[in-house]
């Protein structure tokens, strides 16, 4: 079935009968993405509340299929885990969030930091340091300016990951733990991690200033970062009262549609641009 959507696209949903047939129809869909162009990047500001400062942007996958029409990542990113094509479609990603970052700064914006996701198969497949030197490389990024972004379940799966991320680490990459305070797992972790950023979750920042547990986590996030050195960036702030509340307890970065939506590169240049 097909919706279309308000800004004009057509969201794909899959039809209740045959969810076996649409899967191996997206699958076969979805591995000729690539090569089809039909895979971009959209690119959502991270700024500093306080001031308005653009201090990141955080890279989101996008698939526009001609028939299907724009395939959320929550449907497609699992699939591609699934079957393997992660290792390939997150390389591309990589590799396109680097090169945009020197398409900017060749138009005149300096963003400072790009934040890329990473799946927990890209960390299985043991060449991800690799991967990132080589991209880093090939585009003259500096490493401090990519972020790898991981959540607490990719750390916890992944046998090696210390020796990865200390690797990450050591070729000037930083790291940030993505939806912070959602996964199963200790947090003895980031005292033997490089771990540079926390980001906190959306689904506590929602309700933010209604719910009492979910203030309480916030703060207790905000809290945890301060002691152990780390920046704190809290994602999916919709409202300014979100982030009044933020600032007001410690937190001076954000990221969510209060600011901007994730967009195309030539709409952050010109929101951007100096
Ligand atoms: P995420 O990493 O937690 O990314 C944030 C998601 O929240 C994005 O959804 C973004 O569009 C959405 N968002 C941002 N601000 C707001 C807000 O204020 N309100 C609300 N309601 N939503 C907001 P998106 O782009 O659909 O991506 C969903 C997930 O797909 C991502 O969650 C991430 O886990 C995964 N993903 C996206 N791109 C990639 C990629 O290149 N590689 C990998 N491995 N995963 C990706
Ligand atoms: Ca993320
Ligand atoms: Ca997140
Ligand atoms: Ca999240």
């Known amino acids: ?30 591995r000729r993405s690539i090569e089809k162009d039909e895979i971009f990047l959209n690119y959502q500001p991270q700024v500093e509340i306080d001031t308005g400062r653009l201090i990141g942007v955080e890279a989101l996958v996008r698939w526009n299929h001609p028939e299907l029409g724009l395939v959320p990542p929550v449907r497609f990113i699992p699939l591609a885990e699934d079957t393997g094509f992660i290792s390939q479609l997150g390389e591309w990603v990589l590799g396109e969030a680097c090169r945009q970052m020197v398409r900017w700064e060749r ?11 990473l799946s927990v198969r ?53 790291l940030a733990i993505d939806d912070f305070g959602t996964g199963y797992s200790s947090l003895a972790y980031l005292k033997q991690m490089p771990v540079k950023t926390l980001k906190i979750d959306r689904s506590f920042i929602k309700d933010i200033h209604l719910d009492v547990n979910d203030e309480a986590i916030a703060i207790a996030i905000i809290q945890l970062g301060k002691s152990m050195n780390l920046s704190v960036i809290a994602e999916g702030v919709e409202t300014d009262a979100q982030a009044a509340f933020l600032l007001r307890h410690g937190c001076n970065q954000a990221q969510g549609y209060f600011y901007s939506r994730p967009v195309m590169p030539d709409d952050l240049l010109r929101r951007w641009l100096p």
Request: no cysteine; proline share 3%.
């Open 1 to 30: 079935a097909k919706a279309r959507g308000r800004n004009g696209y057509r969201f794909y949903a899959p039809s209740m009968t045959g969810e076996g047939v649409e899967r191996l129809r997206l699958e076969t869909y979805l």
């Open 107 to 117: 138009a005149g914006l300096v963003v400072p930091k790009i934040a890329v996701n």
């Open 122 to 174: 890209q960390f299985e497949r043991g060449t991800i340091v690799r991967t990132v030197r080589d991209i880093l490389a090939e585009t003259g990024l500096a490493p401090h300016r990519l972020q790898l972004e991981v959540t607490e379940s990719v750390i916890m799966n992944t046998g090696d990951a210390l020796a990865f991320i200390n690797d990450l680490h050591a070729i000037g990459v930083s």
